[in-house]
């Protein structure tokens, strides 16, 4: 725990999953909107921000982007170096490790286990978490190799926006169900589900802005949150691109400012990275993703001076100015575009 915590994965190690309300999420995919990575409600635009994944999950979300090489000629002497041990001789090709092969390797150690195999173990967890937390996948049980070597010296593993990552998947995921065939959907969705009740009064009794601006109203919630979780609040708001190796998303804090106890204005037209939104790893070997995608790791490293300008408000209401605005520009209903009143008998069925 002591190399989690010095790494900050150590809160994410603590998440327990729960049962997935899959009538909510689905609804949830409804409002959806690829182009600003908002859910679009009658109220105005919402999404899951740096802000959520910082205190939910524990994880550093300010600087340098999860990016580098993806693939490598000698697996297994990386997996060896870091991790103590490989997979089997045959299987000298990979790019994924097993979570069966992680857990029959360090799910035991010994009490007499070296500083140098407790690192491996720690290592090991880190890419558990990677793959079983943060961005799970129900068809997929590998943790994808490329995250190893961010994680040889854990003294600055911390140094990486790793909340980002989470963000990116999501981001991604939410697009492609987005597509009516799409009949199942990764990601981490206990994020996704914990966010929902957290924001939505109508689910869960808790007001707007529940981390920070009631905190003398909901002390069983901040009280288990660490104050290394507001490090880099001055983040939450920026507009940057998200990068998780081969994924670039847009990240819109400056679309939902209400979110952060601030008055909301028209914002700008959202930006797009459409050239890389397709962009796989398949076939692109010893391909550096940090300079293939050299332009958006700048944008995010000028993360700094690309949030916006912030008011902060006791009324949380919209404005009249950017509802009329939203109403004209945005989605906010599922049905034709526009407001319809569904009949009861329909309703009910």
Request: glycine share 6%; hydrophobic share 40%.
């Amino acid at each position: 725990m002591s190399y989690l915590e010095q790494a900050r994965f150590g809160s994410a190690a603590l998440v327990r999953f729960s049962d997935l309300r899959y009538d909510l999420l689905s609804a949830l995919v409804e409002r959806w909107r690829p182009e600003t990575h908002t859910f679009h409600f009658p109220c105005g635009e919402y999404t899951v921000t740096l802000e959520d994944v910082a205190i939910q999950l524990g994880l550093p979300i300010d600087g340098s982007p999860v990016t580098g090489v993806s693939s490598f000629t000698d697996p297994t002497a990386l997996c060896r170096e870091l991790l103590g041990d490989s997979l089997v001789d045959g299987e000298s090709n990979f790019t994924g490790l097993q979570f069966t092969w992680l857990k029959a390797k360090f799910g035991q150690l010994s009490a007499t286990a070296t500083e140098g195999e407790l690192m491996c173990a720690a290592r090991a967890y880190i890419m558990h978490i990677v793959r079983g937390v943060l961005m799970p996948d129900a068809n997929n049980d590998k943790v994808h190799l490329m995250y190893l070597p961010l994680l040889a010296d854990l003294s600055t593993v911390s140094s990486y926006s790793w909340g980002s990552i989470v963000l990116a998947v999501l981001y991604r995921e939410l697009c492609r169900v987005t597509n009516p065939d799409v009949v199942d959907m990764s990601g981490c969705l206990t994020l996704l589900q914990s966010w929902t009740l957290y924001r939505m009064p109508f689910l869960a009794s808790v007001s707007d802005q529940p981390y920070v601006y009631p905190l003398l109203n909901r002390p069983k919630i901040t009280n288990v949150v660490p104050s290394s979780a507001y490090v880099d609040s001055h983040i939450w708001c920026t507009n940057a691109p998200i990068i998780n190796f081969n994924m670039v998303e847009r990240y819109h804090g400056d679309r939902v400012l209400r979110q952060f106890g601030c008055i909301q204005p028209i914002p700008d037209p959202p930006c797009e990275v459409g050239e890389v939104h397709s962009m796989n790893k398949r076939g692109k070997l010893m391909l550096d993703w940090g300079i293939k995608h050299q332009k958006f790791v700048a944008l995010w490293n000028d993360r700094l001076r690309r949030r916006p300008q912030m008011v902060m408000t006791t009324d949380p209401q919209p404005s009249l100015e950017y509802i009329q605005w939203y109403y004209s520009c945005g989605k906010p209903y599922i049905l034709g575009g526009q407001s319809t009143v569904i009949p009861p008998a329909r309703a009910a069925t």
